[in-house]
Every structure is written in C-alpha cells, then in structure tokens.
C-alpha cells in the first residue's frame, strides 16, 4: 500500500513538473506570437473566446493567457468584456490536455516511449542554446506527462480493494454533489486541473470509479481552478479583480449547468464513443465547456456590466495599472508599465502645455506637482522588478525601450518643477514664441501619446529649437549690450533657452521610445 500511495504521489508530481516545464517552454517560444494574436484578433467576445481557445491550445496553461489578457486590459490593449471573451475560449483550450493523455497516454501508451525522449530533451537543453534548450525543455515536459501518468496508473493498483463504487458516494444526487466537492478539493491541493483530470482518468480505467462519478469529479476540478486566480488576484488591480471575478463566475455557471445533465449526458457519451469511458470523459469535459460558451456569448455584456458591479473601481490614479501580480509575465508586465507611462506623460505633457500655452494657468501644473514624484517612484520600483529571460531579444528591448522612456519622463518632470525659467519664457517677448509652440505640441501629445505623428511633429519642432538656439541666445546678449536686459538676465535667458531645448528632446524621446 505504501509504495502504491508513493507511486501515485510521484506520479502528480511528475505529471504537474512536466505541465509546468512544458508550458514555461510553449511561452518562451510562441510568446510574440500568442502576445501579436490576443491584441489583433480580439475584436468581440465571439473572436475573443475563439482566440484564447486557440492560444490555450498552444501554450498549454489558461494561467499564462488570463495574465496576458490581464496586462492588455490593464494597459487598454483590450475592453473588459473582449477580455471575458478569452475566459470563455481559454476553458475550452485548456482540454486539449485531457484529449492529448487520452489518446496517446492510455491508447499508445507512451511511458516507456518518453524515457527516450527524455534522454534527448537532457541532451539538448546540455548541449545546445537559445530555441533548441527551450524546445530540449518542451520535450522534457512532455516526458514527463506521460511518465507521471503511467506511475499514477501503477500506484491506483493499492486501490482497488477499497476504493470502489459501494465505499464512495453513490449515483445520486447527494452523492454527485460530494463528488464535486472532491473534485473541487483535489483542484485546490494540486493547483493544477489538468493534472486532476489526469487523476480522474486514471481512477476511472482502473475501475475505481464510473463514468458519472469521474465526470462530477471533472466539473468540481473547472470550478476548483478558479481559485488560483482568485488568490493571485490579493492586493491586485480593479481590471485584474475583476477578470478573476468574471472567471470564477463562469466556471460555476458551466460547472452547475453541467452537473444537472451529468446523469443523461455521461452515458450518452459513452455510447457515442463505442464504450470508450476515458474518451467518453474527455468528450464530456469539452462539450460543457464549449456548451458554456454558446450560453455565454449572447450574454456578455449584462455579464460584463454584472462583474463590474460586484467589483467596482477605486478612485483613479497615475499607477493604477501597476499590478505586482503582472509581473510573472514579463510582456504583461512592460504593457502595464507602458500604460502607467502614457498616463503619467499625458498628465505631465497637458498640465505644462497648459502653463506655456497663452493662459498661462499654472494650477494644472500646481496640483500634479504632488503627484507626480511617487507615480515616478512607483514606476520606476515596477520598472527594476521586470525579469526578463536570457535571449528573449524582443521582451529585452522592449524594457531597454521602457526604462529609456522613463528616464526622459522623470527629466522632463524634474524641468517641470523649474518654475522660475517657465515664467521667464512666458514674459520674455522673445521667447514666448517658440515657448507657445511648444506648449501646443505638448497638450497635442498628450492626446495621443503613442501615435507616430506624435513623435515626428516633436522630432521636427526639437530640431528648430535647436537650430534657433544660437540665435536666441545672441539675441539675448545683443539686448544686454542695448542695455535693455542686465547681465545677470543674459544668464537667466540663455537658461531659459536651453530648458526649452532639453524639454522638447525629452518630450520627443518619451513619444519615440512608446512607438
């Protein structure tokens, strides 16, 4: 009994270290690809579910989706209700895994065929880099899948003395119910549904449990996985509240809706597979989850405008989208980061073009001023905490981007808090000028701060400050020797004149590094 209880606890270890290997590696290389499919084909709920069943399917984990979609809501990337879309799809993509144990684990029976697909995944993750270590990865999860479901067929065997039909809860409605609740504990313990599913097979073609009980099981195990996403979502953000709210309430919808046709559609089931419970199971997980979708998918937007009820929004700030939980996905992470920067640079750019436009109004600028250092502060705290792995060249240029943008928002920020030289530029007759267009050209970016004709009107208006600045500064000593300015005032408006040059190539690298 021991060595069977070890043997099918160390086959859901091996099975959940392979689910996890295997997804890390998936990630790694189709994360461009799964980041570019979320933002463009997401253009409705219906596209949406269609999408994040397709990108579950690929990188194997609904997790690694739901942070994803997560960030690009954070970010705006996506609406709430185009993000409950994903959720739908993502529930479907994720039983892909109990279809690709089924008919190669328990048909093929591919144990003992992944202990040499093992040694190669060791050689290549030994010997090679770059995308053959992370395909030597893949490989190795996938070893390791079936390996750790042949050991928790091995260790079943202690089982079948005791755990039979007449010892657990019968095929009643009670007893449906605690299986459930089983399902939804062993969801909760293993932190992981695929690998329960897994369970729920092996148990059902040992003969522990029949085809109704597995499937109960199997409905308790969707409802179970919705809380990781209710912990992850501690302390997080109102979007990120509020998706895993819209999670954990579909999932029970679909679950409940299933579990009241368990007792018809099991059997029927079985019937259409010729007998085959393990395929029949399977069929039964998918078909409720894309059952789900279609009952969904009419009703998202009361669904939608429901959860943001449940969850409603706090008061805004500059760093709202700053969710630590983001940060386990570094593309998620840097798109909450670029969205927290935009909003600091809109409020940073309107409220000085503001104060150099012709009003003058120096409040906006006066009552960010407070706000405006620890939104720096957050972001840059954010900012450092980003990972990025080793030869991942597209996330590692997009922080060396991100980082190189906030060092020109926090000094453009500091030439912000000169107040004296901005005065100066709105008194001096000459300068005032140029000072006006390039108050126009702030309050403009701050409109649409990632639009490219954004940074090529700043490109061009840097480019005639810089070519006027010797003449502005002569300008200024021709009027000492006027005696019309002081020497002292030479100082002062050379300085200005340099502020409005240094600010306006500040201004033009934030709107070139969003691009």
């Known amino acids: 009994m021991t060595q069977n209880l070890l043997l099918l606890a160390g086959g859901i270890g091996l099975y959940i270290l392979g689910m996890q290997m295997m997804t890390d590696a998936l990630r790694q290389l189709a994360s461009r690809q799964l980041r570019e499919a979320l933002r463009r084909f997401t253009t409705s709920p219906l596209s949406g579910a269609v999408t994040g069943a397709a990108a579950t399917a690929v ?283 935009d909003a600091i640079a809109s409020a940073l750019c309107t409220a000085l073009g503001t104060r150099l436009g012709p009003t003058g109004d120096t409040a906006p600028l006066d009552e960010l001023a407070p706000l405006l250092q620890p939104a720096l502060d957050d972001l840059e705290s954010f900012l450092t905490r980003i990972r990025v792995a080793e030869g991942d060249a597209a996330t590692l240029a997009r922080r060396s981007a991100a980082l190189h943008r906030f060092d020109h928002l926090q000094r453009l920020a500091h030439r912000a808090a000169q107040t004296d030289r901005i005065a100066l530029l709105a008194r001096d007759p000459v300068l005032r000028r140029p000072a006006y267009a390039f108050g126009a050209a702030l309050t403009r970016a701050a409109q649409a701060p990632r639009d490219p004709a954004t940074a090529r009107q700043l490109a061009r208006l840097e480019a005639t400050l810089l070519h006027r600045a010797h003449r502005l500064r002569r300008s200024a000593l021709l009027r000492e020797h006027a005696g019309l300015v002081s020497p002292e005032g030479v100082f002062d408006l050379t300085d200005a004149s340099r502020w409005l040059t240094r600010s306006a190539h500040h201004a033009e690298r934030i709107a070139h590094y969003a691009l």
């Open 59 to 341: 990188v194997q984990s609904s997790s690694a989706v739901l942070v994803t979609t997560i960030g690009f809501v954070g970010a705006g990337l996506l609406t709430f209700p185009q993000a409950i879309g994903i959720i739908y799809g993502a529930n479907v993509g994720t039983t892909i895994t109990g279809w690709m144990v089924v008919l190669l684990g328990v048909k093929l029976q591919l144990g003992m065929a992944a202990l040499p697909m093992l040694l190669a995944a060791a050689l290549l993750r030994a010997l090679a880099g770059g995308a053959w270590a992370r395909a030597g990865t893949l490989l190795a999860g996938f070893s390791l899948i079936f390996l750790g479901f042949d050991l928790m067929q091995q260790g079943t065997g202690a089982f079948e003395t005791w755990l039979v039909f007449d010892r657990l809860p019968g095929d009643t409605l009670a007893g449906r119910l605690a299986l459930l609740g089983i399902g939804i504990g062993v969801t909760l313990v293993i932190q992981s549904s695929s690998a329960g599913v897994a369970m729920a097979l092996v148990l059902l073609t040992s003969g522990a449990i029949s085809l109704p009980q597995a499937a109960a099981m199997v409905i308790g195990m969707d409802i179970g996985t919705t809380f990781k996403s209710l912990i992850a979502t501690i302390g997080g953000s109102r979007d990120m509240r509020r998706t895993a709210m819209a999670h954990v309430a579909y999932n029970v919808v679909t679950g409940l809706a299933a579990f009241a046709v368990v007792g018809w559609a099991a059997p029927a089931l079985a019937m259409l597979t010729g007998g085959d419970a393990p395929a029949a199971l399977v069929a039964f997980h998918t078909a409720f989850n894309l059952l789900g979708v279609m009952l969904m998918l009419p009703l998202t937007a009361p669904f939608a405008r429901l959860i943001e009820r449940l969850v409603p929004g706090r008061s805004p700030s500059l760093t709202q989208k700053l969710d630590p939980a983001l940060l386990a996905d570094p593309g998620a992470a840097l798109d909450a980061a670029g969205a927290a920067t």
